[in-house]
């Protein structure tokens, strides 16, 4: 019997449908893989996104992937460092140890910079590579690494990541599949956020703020008062960052968990939930600690006796009011006409 899998797989290549935003909320405009790949290997099959025979497991789609839908089988951040640390230099190109520098997200970079200190990335390759079409690879490496660099700087880390590039350089077979995929690993690896926040638990001993608007990975939310309560939010959350507290009358909130898909501002048909520019403590992101974005002040409503969030004045909940609003003139000729 056939097993039902939700994956696609093109040799090392893994797409878990279910942990795409596009698969999980219809709504989603996430096009990121569909940007940086290549080889136009993502596509729409019954309305779901599916990984095509045309990827060629060049990896450059992996890192771009905010829910880490996407991944590299046999590639572990552990293996990743072990080798960068091994080697003197502290180089790496794609022709090495790694496929395509896509493949690293942003938190690979990190660890990969606080466990080596000091990381030299070689690009000589990117500029004529096929895999990198309009420099959609570099774009999301250099906006990665640049970010990186300016979170050491205010850890106050002296570890940075450089880029170089080689003129003259000859074009050499990528020698990354036979020397990682082969020998593919069972265990599952940690991935990189979770050693981040782990480092980061053992290394902050007090606050260290950061502006949200100068680091893309911190997503703060805030709410309104013109919040319902309706809860849409937090069922379409697809990270669990939003919750509700045991009384299901806060809104509670996790930066640690958001990955700033945006469903939760899409889904509020009261426009309720937006991103505002604000400082944020690293700790709280490493630690994962809520913060209550609304509390609620839950009362029975005097006409159809449902709980309801009070905002003050008359015991009525809004549809209820506004039920009694639009029928308003239905109920006087109604009553003129006894
Ligand atoms: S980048 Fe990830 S979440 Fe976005 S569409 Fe591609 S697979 Fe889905
Ligand atoms: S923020 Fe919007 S979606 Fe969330 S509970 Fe409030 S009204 Fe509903
Ligand atoms: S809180 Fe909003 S932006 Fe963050 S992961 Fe949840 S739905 Fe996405």
Request: with cysteine.
């Amino acid at each position: 019997m056939a097993t039902l899998t939700y994956e696609d797989r093109i040799g090392s290549i893994v797409f878990n449908r279910l942990d795409c935003l596009r698969n999980e909320y219809a709504k989603n405009d996430c096009t990121l893989c569909q940007e940086v790949c290549a080889h136009d290997a993502f596509g729409f099959r019954e309305g779901k996104l599916r990984l095509l025979p045309s990827c060629v497991q060049c990896g450059a789609c992996v890192g771009v992937c905010p829910t880490h839908a996407l991944r590299l089988e046999g590639a572990t951040i552990e293996t990743l460092v072990e080798r960068l640390i091994s080697s003197e230099s502290r180089s790496f190109t794609c022709k090495d140890l790694f496929p395509c520098f896509g493949a690293l997200n942003f938190w690979d970079w990190a660890v990969l910079v606080l466990e080596a200190k000091e990381v030299v990335c070689d690009v000589s390759h990117c500029a004529s590579c096929k895999h990198n079409r309009e420099n959609a690879v570099e774009k999301h490496l250099s906006k990665a690494i640049d970010e990186v660099n300016r979170l050491m700087q205010v850890l106050g880390q002296e570890a940075r990541i450089r880029c170089e590039v080689h003129p003259n350089v000859k074009p050499v077979k990528r020698v990354w599949f036979e020397k990682l995929i082969t020998s593919k690993s069972t265990m599952p690896s940690p991935d990189s956020l979770w050693v981040f926040k782990q480092k980061m638990k053992a290394y902050l001993e007090s606050a260290v703020w950061i502006r949200s608007e100068d680091f893309s990975f911190i997503h703060p939310k805030a709410v309104t008062i013109t919040c319902d309560n309706c809860k849409e939010c937090v069922r379409f959350c697809p990270t669990h960052a939003l919750s509700y507290d045991t009384t299901q009358t806060k809104i509670l909130f996790q930066t640690g968990q958001c990955i700033g898909c945006n469903i939760c501002e899409t889904v509020c048909a009261k426009k309720a939930i937006d991103t505002p520019e604000v400082t944020v403590d690293i700790a709280s992101f490493a630690f994962e600690r809520a913060e209550v974005l609304i509390a609620h002040d839950l009362r029975v409503c005097d006409t159809c006796r449902c709980a309801f969030s009070y905002k003050g004045g008359d015991m009525i909940c809004e549809r209820c009011a506004s039920f009694e609003k639009e029928h308003a003139e239905m109920f006087v000729l109604a009553s003129q006409s006894r």
